[in-house]
C-alpha cells in the first residue's frame, strides 16, 4: 500500500434507458429494462487531480441518442475542481464516451496507452463492429495533441504517480486500460469500460462491443488481483454505483459519489 492516498469521485454526466440485452454478449434471456450511466472519475490528494476520461458534449448525446445531464466540468466545478487548470487526465480509451471535449482541458497532459492509438488509426477502423464506438473527430483531436506534444504514450503497466498507476486491460478496445488507486480503504480499481456493470465482471458476462473476448474475460480477473477486494472494482458505466457510495455532499445527490 502506498503512503500516498487519494480521494476519488464518480461524476456521472450522461444517460442511456436501454435493454439488457444489449449489454451482454449473446444476449440476455429476460431483457428487461437495463439503463446506462456515463461518468468521468476525478482522483484528488497530495496536491494533485488527475481526471479520468472527459466524456462527451451535449451536440455529441444528441447525435448519439444519449440523455446528457450536465457538462463534466460543471459537475467538476461542484468538486471544486475547475477542469481549464487540471493538469493530468487519463484517457481509459479513444471510443467518444471517454475521449473528446478536449476544449475544456487546455492545460492537461493526456496519457494513454499506446495500443490504443495503434488500434484507433489502423486496420480495424475499416470494419463498422469495430469503429462504430469511436468518434473520427475525437481520433483525429488526439492526433493532433500528439502533434502538440501533449500525449503521453504508456506501454502496460506505468506508475502516474505514488499510489496511482495505469494498467493497459485490452479486450474492449485494443488498449483499454484501468486506473488503479491507493485510497484510506485500499487500493481501489476504476475499470471503465474493462466492465461496464458489476454484472459483467460478477457473472463472467462480457459486454458486446468487443475487440478481444478472451482478453476482456482476462481482464476481470486481472483487476480482481489488482484491487483490495471485488468491492474496489468500480465499474464503468453502472447505476447502482450512484446507490453503492455517498453523495460527497447533499447537493451532490444524483451528481456525484465518493468512492474511496
Ligand atoms: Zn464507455
Not at 40 to 50: A, K, S
Not at 174 to 182: D, N
Request: charged share 25%.
Amino acid at each position: 500500500m502506498s503512503a500516498d492516498t487519494y480521494e476519488i469521485y464518480a461524476v456521472r454526466y450522461a444517460r442511456h434507458d436501454r435493454k439488457a440485452s444489449e449489454n451482454f454478449y449473446g444476449g440476455d434471456p429476460h431483457d428487461g429494462p437495463m439503463p446506462l450511466d456515463y461518468f468521468v472519475w476525478l482522483i484528488r490528494g497530495n496536491g494533485r487531480e488527475v481526471l479520468v476520461d472527459t466524456g462527451f458534449s451535449r451536440a455529441m448525446a444528441a447525435k448519439r441518442g444519449r440523455d446528457h445531464l450536465r457538462c463534466p466540468a460543471q459537475s467538476l466545478r461542484l468538486l471544486g475542481a475547475d477542469a481549464a487548470k487540471i493538469r493530468d487526465v487519463v484517457i481509459t480509451h479513444l471510443h467518444y464516451d471517454h475521449v473528446g471535449n478536449f476544449e475544456l482541458f487546455p492545460e492537461a497532459a493526456l496519457h494513454l496507452q499506446e495500443r490504443e492509438m495503434h488500434y484507433a488509426t489502423g486496420r480495424h477502423m475499416c470494419s463498422e463492429c469495430f469503429r462504430g464506438a469511436f468518434e473520427v473527430e475525437d481520433v483525429v483531436g488526439m492526433v493532433r495533441r500528439v502533434y502538440e506534444g501533449r500525449v503521453r504514450f504508456h506501454q502496460g503497466d506505468s506508475e502516474l504517480f505514488p499510489g496511482i498507476s495505469l494498467h493497459l486491460i485490452g479486450g474492449h478496445t485494443m488498449g483499454l486500460q484501468v486506473v488503479r488507486v491507493a485510497t484510506r480503504g485500499g487500493w481501489l480499481v476504476l475499470a471503465s469500460d474493462a466492465s461496464h456493470f458489476y454484472a459483467n465482471m460478477d457473472g463472467e458476462r462480457p459486454f458486446p462491443i468487443v475487440w478481444s473476448v478472451a482478453e476482456m474475460v482476462d481482464g476481470y480477473r486481472r483487476m480482481r488481483g489488482l484491487a483490495e477486494s471485488p468491492a474496489h472494482i468500480v465499474p464503468g458505466h453502472d447505476p447502482l454505483v450512484m446507490e453503492r457510495y455517498p453523495a460527497p455532499a447533499p447537493a451532490l445527490q444524483g451528481i456525484a459519489a465518493r468512492l474511496d
